[in-house]
C-alpha cells in the first residue's frame, strides 16, 4: 500500500482542501459574507432612519440648550412663561426628548438662581413649580422611556397644568402681563 499525497498548488484544489477542513478564518470570513449578503437589502433603510434620528437628536439639543439660558438673561417675568412652554413640551411629549425637555434642578430652576429672585409669593410660587415639574418628571419617566410608547398619563397633565396654574396665579398677583402678539390700534 503506497502512501502518497498529492500537492496540488492549482487554486481550485486549494479551494477545495480549505472548504474540507476549514481553519478559524475560513469560517468567519464565510459567516461574515453570508451575513453581508442577507441584511445588505435592509442596510439602506437602517442607514437612512440613523441619519434621520442623529438629526432630530441633534435639532432637540439645540432647542433644550436655547432653553437652558440662564438667569441673567431671564428677567422675573420671563420665568413664567419660560416654565410654562417647557410644562407644555412635557404634556404634549411624543418621545424622552420630549418629556425630559429640561432639567428642573439647573439652568433658571437652580438654586442659586432663583435666590436672585425678589422675596415674596411669585418667587415661592417659582421655586414650588420647579421641584414639583421635577418630581413630576421622575415619577413619571418611566411612562415615557422609549419612543415608540411614549404616553405621558392624565395624571401627570393634570398636575403639570396644576403647578403651572399656580406659577400663572402667582404672575399676576406680581404685576406681570405677557407682552401682545398682535398690535393693538
Do not use: H
Amino acid at each position: 500500500m503506497d502512501i502518497s499525497f498529492d500537492n496540488d498548488t492549482s487554486k481550485s484544489a486549494r479551494l477545495r482542501r480549505e472548504l474540507r477542513n476549514p481553519s478559524l478564518l475560513t469560517i468567519f470570513l464565510i459567516v461574515t459574507v453570508v451575513c453581508v449578503v442577507i441584511f445588505a437589502p435592509f442596510a439602506p433603510g437602517w442607514i437612512s432612519t440613523t441619519k434621520e434620528s442623529f438629526a432630530d437628536i441633534a435639532k432637540k439639543k439645540e432647542i433644550t440648550e436655547a432653553s437652558m439660558s440662564s438667569l441673567t438673561s431671564i428677567v422675573p417675568s420671563q420665568i413664567s412663561p419660560w416654565l410654562a412652554t417647557q410644562a407644555n413640551t412635557m404634556i404634549n411629549a411624543e418621545g424622552p426628548l420630549d418629556w425630559k425637555v429640561v432639567s428642573f434642578r439647573r439652568g433658571p430652576c437652580s438654586g442659586g438662581n432663583l435666590s436672585q429672585l425678589p422675596a415674596g409669593k411669585y418667587s415661592d410660587s417659582i421655586g414650588t413649580a420647579c421641584v414639583e415639574l421635577d418630581r413630576i418628571q421622575q415619577l413619571y419617566s418611566g411612562k415615557c422611556f422609549r419612543a415608540s410608547d411614549c404616553t405621558v398619563p392624565e395624571v401627570a397633565k393634570e398636575e403639570i397644568s396644576a403647578a403651572i396654574g399656580n406659577v400663572w396665579e402667582a404672575f399676576s398677583d406680581a404685576g406681570f402681563v405677557l407682552p401682545y402678539d398682535v398690535i393693538e390700534q
